[in-house]
């Protein structure tokens, strides 16, 4: 019995998985090269992704903030 390739979990696309880089972590979808990322294949966590890398950044911006010296 031939082994069946795993498909896209995108609608209507019938390319194969992409291993590792083409897991979602937010929905669970695996995906193609082409529906890999959050916005290709309209992920439902993408605004959790954004707020929580946007509030990563926020930190990190404000643990560099430097003050000026009055000289």
């Known amino acids: 019995m031939p082994v069946k390739k795993k498909t896209c979990t995108f609608p209507n696309c019938t390319a194969p998985q992409v291993r590792i880089?083409?897991?979602?972590t937010f929905c669970e979808g695996k995906f193609c090269t082409?529906?890999?990322?959050?916005e290709d294949?309209?992920?439902?966590?993408?605004m959790n992704a954004k707020?929580?890398?946007?509030d990563r950044l926020k930190g990190k911006l404000e643990g560099e903030k430097t003050v000026a010296s009055k000289v």
């Open 34 to 38: 082409k529906h890999r990322l959050l």
């Open 51 to 54: 707020k929580a890398e946007w």
């Open 41 to 46: 294949h309209q992920c439902p966590g993408l």
């Open 21 to 24: 880089v083409g897991e979602c």
